[in-house]
């Protein structure tokens, strides 16, 4: 998702705000289990974003709560209001290799020489959690329960035409029929 409303970011389908979300203020509203439509209404007043898909910035202004507490938060400790957070920003591979290095450099102080399996365990070391999960907006939105729960469109469509959709497991494609295929073909080439 943009930041903003519009742009080249995809139409999300409609849900429903959680319950789990912060408590509201004193005199605000309650957002809690009311729909959130994901795009701009057809006759909102801004020609502009008729029908444009809302920008994170918009979707959680309107989970009020949600909004009022990143705020509050982003106060006290003196952070910015951020889109995306250096953390967030980082890719899985670096992630994993930050993970990795940590790990060994933990036994190296202890004064181990790290075995071949201990390197494999420390290569498999669980991702650790963030550590502040309002950091940024992409965060705050990202660990909402509708964000979480929600199916991929593809998901979606295979399930209402009464099939199972079962997904492989990532860089595992020896899984993978196709690849069954074209192996037994490679074979009699």
């Known amino acids: 998702m943009n930041l903003y409303p519009g742009g080249k970011q995809k139409k999300l389908c409609d849900t429903i705000i959680p319950w789990n979300n912060p408590d509201p203020a004193t005199g605000e ?9 994901m795009c701009f209404p057809e006759d909102h007043k801004n020609p502009q974003l008729q029908g444009q898909p809302k920008g994170i910035k918009a979707v959680l202004e309107e989970r009020v709560s949600v909004w009022m507490e990143y705020n509050r ?6 952070m910015k209001v951020l889109k995306k957070c250096a953390e967030c920003t980082k890719s899985q591979v670096l992630k994993d290799a930050e993970r ?5 450099e933990e036994m190296d102080q202890q004064g181990e020489i790290p075995s071949a399996e ?18 940024c907006m ?3 939105i990202a660990l909402q329960v509708d964000f979480l729960t929600e199916k991929p469109i593809i998901q979606s469509i295979i399930e209402e035409a009464g099939h199972v959709c079962l997904f492989l497991p990532q860089f595992h494609c020896k899984l993978n029929a196709i ?9 009699h080439v």
Do not use: F
């Open 29 to 37: 509203e309650d957002t809690w289990g009311k729909v959130q439509y």
């Open 138 to 140: 992409y965060r705050v």
């Open 100 to 104: 990795h290095v940590e790990k060994l």
């Open 179 to 187: 690849e069954m295929l074209w192996g037994y073909a490679k074979h």
């Open 73 to 78: 938060i982003c106060k006290v400790h003196n």
């Open 118 to 135: 201990e390197l494999m365990a420390a290569e498999a070391v669980a991702p650790s959690a963030p550590p502040n999960k309002w950091c």
